[in-house]
């Protein structure tokens, strides 16, 4: 069985595993490339059970759009899904009439854990428990009175987890039990929606590929980013998109003069943008004003550069090293800057050779006035 838990960490993708359905029949996973995946361990017999109406009711609202779910049925919390899966998805269709597809009895943890979900696991650990809901707060109660540290590891803990998967195959979020259903619902919809999906997969990259961008690549995507709403139609940025490297170099050079200490801390240091191959650099005038359309216009960047295959970084640090170190200034006059414009922030752009998870938003900050 250990090397079953083997394949599961080593699987370079989701696609890479085969299941058995409810029949004993294996089933590649191969077969929901370009969908959107929602994959439960599922009880019968669990006070969470009743969640199996709300999953058929997303898999009826969002099937035709690309949306899958996968039941896999799991006795290993309380034995609340006992018998057969034959009994199993009688139980479920006669009393939910559940249409999505359930495979073959599992274990989520242990030695016996099924490789695809020791993946799953080591894709997105346990996040916690909403400790402001009452039923977040008891499994929390109830679960630290039999383990202390039972947060510590990424184990399943109970019936109803959930997985989003997207239509890349990349493992998007995990759900514990209590969190809303609704919540599901919107990151669904986010999914399924390719624009969405690309803006909410869009991540600030720090570790690039030794690879420059291709120059029509960079030409697209700075076709995006003027094409940005821009107030009176004014455009009061101008761009410079730089692809010398060796420009990239020098500059570089003066940067570790003024910050050997910093630079010698950082092993992986290349050059002084996040060792990005290439630049989009946006000027505003001198005097203020403008910021707001360059900020539309480095979004527009960002998300095209993110559909198609790359990174970028907003980067402000080198910004104000750049204007303010004297032996920097052949970088600024290579830019070609017109009078009265002012650089206002880099984008480093290139492939990505790292793949970061999201940080947490404060949802609180918002509010709706009906």
Known sequence: MAILSVLGVSAQSIYDFKVKDDM??????????GKVMLIVNTATRCGFTPQYDELEALYEKYHADGLEILDFPCNQFGEQAPGTIEEIHQFCTANFNIKFPQFDKIDVNGANESPLFTYLKAQKGFG?????????????E???????????????????????????GRVVKRYE?????????????????????????????????????????LEVIVRVGINAP??????????????????????????????????????????????APNLICVCTPAEGGGELDAGLLGENMMLAAQSMGLGTCCLGGPVRFLNANADAKFFLDRLDIPEGYRLNYILAIGYPDEQPDAKPRDASKVKYIK
Request: aromatic share 8%; proline share 3%; no cysteine.
């Open 230 to 275: 821009s107030g009176m139609n004014r455009q009061p940025w101008i761009v410079r998109v730089v692809e010398d490297q060796q420009l990239i170099a020098d500059v570089t050079e003066v940067y570790k003069r003024n910050n050997a200490e910093q630079v010698k801390r950082d092993k992986d240091f290349k050059n002084m943008f996040r060792n």
């Open 128 to 140: 916690g428990f909403d400790l402001n809901d009452q039923r977040g707060k008891f499994m929390d």
């Open 24 to 33: 004993g029949e294996n089933v590649s996973l191969a077969d929901y490339k």
């Open 177 to 217: 039990p209590t969190d809303k259903m609704t919540d599901i619902d919107t990151d669904i919809q986010m999914e399924l929606n390719p624009v969405l999906s690309n803006m909410m997969a869009r991540r600030s990259i720090r570790k690039y590929l030794d690879k420059p961008v291709e120059h029509e690549k």
């Open 142 to 168: 109830m679960l630290r009175k039999q383990e202390a540290d039972y947060d510590k590891k990424s184990d399943i803990k109970w019936n109803f987890t959930k997985f989003l998967v997207a239509r890349d």
